[in-house]
């Protein structure tokens, strides 16, 4: 186990933190053979929850080593995995991160398009606001997009449809942990899902918006200062099919699919079947990578086979076999022509190839929903889910994990480690992975990098690229463990 352990990487060292209540972490050889093929229980009432359907965001709050859950305004602490008890209420929808790199995680409440101060895990207290444009907005995610080492908010807009009216999508400006300004506004499309990832590894964090209404999903390219250029046209990522401009899209998710290195996109889209034909489905785009200037090759649906209302996806590797699995929201009950309509676990088989396992992981017939999220809760070493107003406990697998939290130094690099990314190298197949806040329609998975490692038992070397662009190598990494990572440019 490596313990205050030092690297030194290019010049600079690193830290490897003991792990937060390290028993509770590891997992013993000797402990006992968990079910060979995950399935999930419900247990919501049990761990004392009461969810709404409200899309949810994981983060641990108070930095005690478990994640707490914020649902429909209402913030959850997680007591040890054994419990969780009500922190907080009437703070919105949020997505989470540590806006003053103070050390605690904040909040940002893309429903109400308010702001909370973390108190030092105790309570949250609203911050002052700029002037906004008048605006609904259905998700909204952070990154420092000026490179300033604050997180930045990219707020999506979207309508009213009785009156004829598109929000504005706003860009939100850190004044460096103090207040936030209103940087940009446009009002284009309606925005549904918006999430960010530095597809083409270049050290600044990119921004994909899911729009609804037919229309083009949108792909900002950052030119490192903050200011964007919608290059999904150009990238083929517009995640359309002829005879239509775009989707209905409710919301995407980035993750390396084929563990190339490269990190792919899902763009997820609700598709009528009208007069007009099939309406755009849900499809996968694969990153070509460097030599292809990252452009994506439209995969199409690779066995997502077709439901109308199709709405938030959520990538995580459920079963630990190195593969990102799909789970897929719907949110009709009922579709059209009486057709029956149902959240879906997707198992990717490799080789962009997906086969239906809701019924094998037990979750089948699941209410309609936007509510998406992945986080080891209970910090046994498998991805829990919240959905359909219900916390889905992994029952476990026989393969190995590793679990990892960035810290930035609240200079160069924001404390969350917002669009940091991390890959392992294996003998056929590199794992890659990215902390982000914000993904699907509304929704935030854990900030904690989570890897399934099938039945590779042998220590393994992390090389992170930080949001700053700067890169670093840790070596000899023992497995089925948590071990945290903090960046120190200084040294």
């Not at 929850?49 to 913030?75: H, I, K, M, R």
């Not at 309570?123 to 906004?132: D, G, I, N, R, S």
């Not at 960035?406 to 590199?430: C, F, H, M, P």
Request: charged share 20%; hydrophobic share 35%; net charge negative.
């Amino acid at each position: 186990m490596l313990r205050n352990s030092k690297c030194s990487v290019r010049g600079q060292t690193i830290r490897l933190l003991p792990p937060w209540c390290a028993l509770a972490f590891m997992l013993s050889t000797s402990a006992s053979t968990p079910e060979p093929a995950p399935v999930f229980r419900d247990k919501t009432a049990e761990l004392g929850l009461q969810l709404s359907n409200a899309a949810a965001c994981w983060a641990d709050l108070n930095n005690d080593g478990w994640t707490d859950l914020c649902v429909g305004g209402v913030v959850w602490r997680n007591d040890a995995g054994k419990r969780f008890t009500r922190m907080a209420e009437n703070t919105g929808s949020v997505v989470a991160a540590d806006f003053d790199n103070d050390g605690f995680v904040d909040l940002f409440s893309w429903s109400s398009l308010r702001a909370y101060h973390n108190e030092s895990g105790k309570a949250f207290t609203q911050v002052a606001m700029p002037e906004l444009p008048n605006c609904v907005s259905r998700g909204a995610c952070w990154g420092d997009f000026n490179g300033d080492g604050f997180v930045d908010l990219y707020v999506g807009g979207y309508e009213n449809w009785e009156a004829g009216i598109t929000y504005p999508d706003m860009v939100l400006a850190n004044d460096r942990g103090g207040s936030f300004k209103l940087a940009w506004s446009e009002t284009r499309y309606r925005a549904r899902g918006v999430t960010a990832c530095d597809f083409d590894q270049d050290g600044d964090l990119d921004v994909y918006v899911s729009n609804y209404r037919l229309q083009p999903n949108v792909l900002w390219l950052n030119d490192g200062s903050g200011k964007f250029g919608d290059f999904a046209a150009d990238h083929n990522a517009v995640a359309t099919s002829p005879g239509f401009n775009g989707g209905h899209s409710i919301g995407a998710a980035w993750g390396d699919l084929d563990n190339d290195g490269n990190i792919d996109l899902f763009a997820g889209n609700f598709a009528h079947r009208d007069n007009r034909g099939d309406q755009p489905q849900s499809r996968f785009l694969r990153n070509l990578g460097s030599q292809k200037d990252h452009t994506f090759e439209d995969l199409g649906t690779c066995g997502v086979y077709y439901q109308e209302s199709y709405a938030s996806p959520a990538l995580g590797d459920y079963d630990n076999d190195g593969d990102l699995d799909l789970f897929f929201t719907t949110v009709y009950g009922t579709a059209s022509f009486g057709k029956k309509n149902y959240p879906v676990l997707f198992s990717n088989d490799g080789g962009f190839v997906f086969a239906d396992a809701t019924a094998a992981a037990q979750v089948a017939s699941l209410a309609p929903t936007y509510q998406a999220a992945w986080a080891d809760f209970d910090n046994d070493g498998d991805l829990d889910l919240v959905t359909a107003g219900k916390l889905l406990v992994n029952q476990g697998s026989e393969n190995r994990w590793l679990k990892l939290r960035l810290y930035g130094d609240g200079s160069a690099v924001n404390w969350s480690a917002i669009g940091a990314q991390v890959r392992i190298k294996l003998e056929s197949r590199t794992l890659s992975r990215q902390v982000e806040a914000g993904t699907g329609e509304g929704n935030q998975n854990d900030l904690v990098l989570h890897f399934g490692l099938g039945n590779h038992a042998t220590p393994v070397n992390l090389e992170i690229l930080w949001p700053d662009g700067t890169t670093q190598t840790v070596t000899n990494v023992a497995v089925d463990r948590f071990v945290a990572v903090r960046f120190d440019k200084s040294r």
